[in-house]
């Protein structure tokens, strides 16, 4: 076991650079900042091209290497593009972080095609073509690197009015699994980061808005969100990118791990949690007969729980 100075001295980043999509605000923008605090060097993404240079520049001000490089992930094209920019710009790529994510909410029976497409093709396939784009880079220029995918927690346990976005993270949990596998011999780890924070996805949420509202007000969040629900600020959240990114985290692959205001977790994968056995095979009714007192004794549980909050 390293000491806790190895430990320390392991979150160096110099050196390396990131690519982080959906990085001109919020839990995108708070990643790419603890990157280049880390010293990497960092490629800002965003849809807005503005948005996308003023985070590259408030970074540059503050010392840091950082270019801006705007676009809608999705297609190979942008993809690509962003691969390339952070090779011409800094030389190579070891980490990218596929963090760009939109939201069309709606229930299954008044879900449109569109809204289901447009959030696949951002978060599912942006994913894909981007962990794609990073993977044959780094491959190609050897030494390793880090995907850090961003998953949800619907995408663990789905989420009511959230068919698309549900679906899509919970697709990014099983290619995380899946590439950890396929990059392993080439030094390249992938997990999937669950993050919980205040943010524009969150704060809708009725039970959280009075806190995220005393949060902007300067006041800070309970010990009760903070650590029992695990909720908490965009910076709460970032820590564990450049973690993942650095040399302390090179044996750790194909994880999904939770993160939020004072609360770090690891989130099991699926896996089989009861069964039961008959002579020959099943029919319908020996399954019917069955499955109260075997299999379906203890079913599990959907969607993410409402938080705990304290009576006044």
């Not at 430990?7 to 982080?20: F, P, Q, S």
């Not at 590259?56 to 992930?73: D, F, M, Q, T, W």
């Amino acid at each position: 076991m390293p000491s806790s100075t190895d430990a320390t001295a392991a979150i160096d980043l110099t050196g390396k650079v990131a690519v982080v999509t959906g990085s001109g605000r919020g839990l995108g923008l708070a990643y790419a900042t603890a990157l280049a605090r880390a010293g990497a060097a960092v490629v800002i993404n965003d849809l807005d091209g503005d948005t996308a240079g003023q985070a590259a520049k408030s970074l540059v001000e503050a010392g840091h290497r950082a270019v801006a490089e705007p676009g809608a992930v999705g297609t190979a094209e942008v993809a690509d593009r962003l691969v390339a920019r952070a090779v011409s710009e800094f030389g190579r790529i070891d980490v990218m972080v596929t963090n760009a994510g939109i939201l069309r909410d709606r229930v299954l029976w008044k879900m449109t095609d569109d809204d289901f497409d447009a959030v696949i093709t951002t978060h599912l396939r942006g994913t894909f073509t981007c962990a794609r784009a990073a993977a044959v880079a780094m491959r190609e220029q050897g030494g390793g690197g880090s995907l850090v995918l961003v998953g949800s927690p619907a995408g663990q346990r789905g989420n009511f009015g959230q068919t698309n976005y549900a679906a899509a993270k919970a697709g990014i949990a099983a290619m995380a699994r899946t590439w950890s596998m396929e990059l392993g011999r080439a030094g390249i780890t992938v997990n999937a980061i669950v993050p919980v924070a205040a943010t524009a996805m969150t704060e809708t949420i009725p039970a959280f808005a009075p806190y995220v509202e005393a949060m902007r007000r300067g006041e800070p969040l309970p010990a009760f969100l903070r650590a029992g629900e695990g909720f908490g600020t965009a910076e709460d959240c970032a820590a564990l990118v450049p973690f993942l990114a650095s040399d302390a985290a090179r044996d750790i692959t194909g994880q999904c791990i939770g993160i939020g205001g004072d609360r770090l977790t690891l989130w099991s994968h699926p896996q089989e949690t009861a069964a039961a056995y008959a002579d020959g095979g099943w029919s319908p009714q020996t399954i019917a007969d069955a499955w109260h007192t075997s299999v379906g004794a203890a079913p599990q549980s959907v969607g993410i729980p409402a938080p705990r909050i304290p009576e006044a």
